[in-house]
């Protein structure tokens, strides 16, 4: 018998573009800001892994969208 790991992914999306993404895994929800090569950390839940991108965008940005991919 073999387990099966399902992963899922939300990208985030500001006015110009991909801003970062969210990976969900075993470990919990992977945050990942566009152009950066480590991820910033993994959190325990979607809204968390949410605010954690929109709290490393420039002072003032609009909460980006998140589209599962």
Known sequence: MSDT??????VA???NG????IQQ????YS???AGKDERL???PSMEIA?????????????R???REH
């Open 5 to 10: 790991v399902t992963k899922r992914l939300w």
């Open 13 to 15: 999306y500001g006015p």
């Open 18 to 21: 991909v801003v970062g993404k």
């Open 25 to 28: 895994d075993a470990e919990g």
């Open 31 to 33: 945050v990942h800001m």
């Open 41 to 43: 950390g993994v959190y």
């Open 50 to 62: 949410k605010n954690a991108v929109h709290a490393h965008l420039k002072p003032g940005s609009d």
């Open 64 to 66: 980006p969208e998140f």
